[in-house]
């Protein structure tokens, strides 16, 4: 319900007389509007801008410039950025904190993002690291997931677990898992499991003992969905191992499942929400490729498909919308 509807329900139960409503209208309609976030968006949407503007720039004009003088320009602004993020740095507290600048954690941002051109390109230009490509991903992650304890960036997070994930060798496509993906390789598929049930751990852990314990949700969001992809990947693509694939993939969701559930009763807000999303969506999937290729249900006849869709689905949003929250069930 928007402010005037409550307010039109309040005079009308007689909760309030008419003129205070007029004057609560006057001042709901006059109070300033927040545009912090759109502020928010559109400065990392800049930064994300000009990161790309600076690989396009390098790519095109590399031969006219100079692998020198670029480098050298992208390490200046590099060390810029982070010399002024370090001078506008929140004081250390394992609880949420923030930067004493309003551009610090863009600062920041921007100057890992830099990093990442400047690496990118040192290999390209002069092949630094040799044969050695692990080390080009493992870098980053070393770097940025230090920086992102030091100072609270939840973005600077999800670079360094991007970057780690990427060290082992996984490149997670949800779209083209089952065509085309890297997910073929079984040691592939159990390096990524390892890799998120470490991250998983870790974060727990971390909540438990109230080191940074906002940073569980990036965590999970991340760690979750490659450790349910890689699930996933291993019921696609290995008929010989399906059933531990299964168990697992219904292990993990169950185990969001009651997460989001524990989550809810806390806080009792929608940020737990995603959690309960993912396990729903990943484990949908799973199930329905159990029943049609390992159970071949579809031999009952085309019907089956209809039915099976209809009531599934009916069964899914049903359950989803009866975890809301109270007050968010209705738009």
Not at 225 to 237: C, K
Not at 274 to 283: A, D, F, K, T
Request: charged fraction near 15%.
């Amino acid at each position: 319900m928007s402010p005037t509807d409550v307010l039109n329900e309040l005079s009308k139960q007689g909760i309030i007389p008419p003129e205070q409503q007029v004057k609560l209208a006057e001042i709901e309609q006059k109070r300033p509007f927040s545009v912090h976030w759109e502020l928010r968006s559109i400065l990392y949407l800049g930064i994300l801008l000009l990161s790309s503007g600076l690989g396009l720039l390098v790519y095109d004009n590399f031969d006219q410039i100079g692998h020198g003088a670029l480098l050298v320009a992208i390490a200046v602004a590099c060390v810029g950025c982070f010399v002024f993020a370090w001078r506008n740095r929140p004081e250390w507290t394992p609880d949420q904190t923030k930067s004493r600048s309003s551009f610090g954690d863009y600062a920041l941002i921007l100057s890992c993002l830099l990093f990442l051109t400047l690496e990118g390109y040192a290999q390209y230009a002069y092949n630094v690291f040799g044969t050695r490509y692990g080390l080009v991903t493992l870098l980053p992650a070393a770097l940025f997931l230090p920086l992102a304890y030091r100072f609270d960036h939840r973005g600077v997070l999800g670079m360094a677990l991007t970057a780690l994930i990427s060290w082992v060798g996984v490149t997670v496509r949800p779209l083209e898992l089952y065509f085309k993906t890297n997910f073929f390789d079984q040691k592939t598929v159990f390096s990524a499991i390892g890799l998120a049930l470490v991250l998983i751990t870790s974060a727990l852990v971390l909540e438990r003992q109230r080191i940074k314990p906002h940073f569980t949700y990036t965590y999970l969001t991340i760690a979750g969905n490659l450790l349910l992809v890689a699930l996933l990947g291993g019921l696609f693509n290995f008929e010989d191992q399906w059933i531990g694939f299964a168990i697992g993939l219904a292990v993990t969701c169950i185990a969001f499942d009651q997460y989001a559930r524990r989550e809810r009763r806390l806080a009792n807000t929608t940020g737990s929400f995603i959690y309960l999303l993912i396990s729903v969506i990943y484990g949908y999937i799973g199930a329905t490729y159990i029943v049609f290729h390992y159970l071949r249900l579809g031999k009952l006849g085309d019907n089956i498909y209809y039915w099976y869709f209809i009531l599934t689905g009916t069964a899914i949003v049903y359950y989803l919308m009866s975890q809301l929250p109270k007050g968010k069930r209705t738009a």
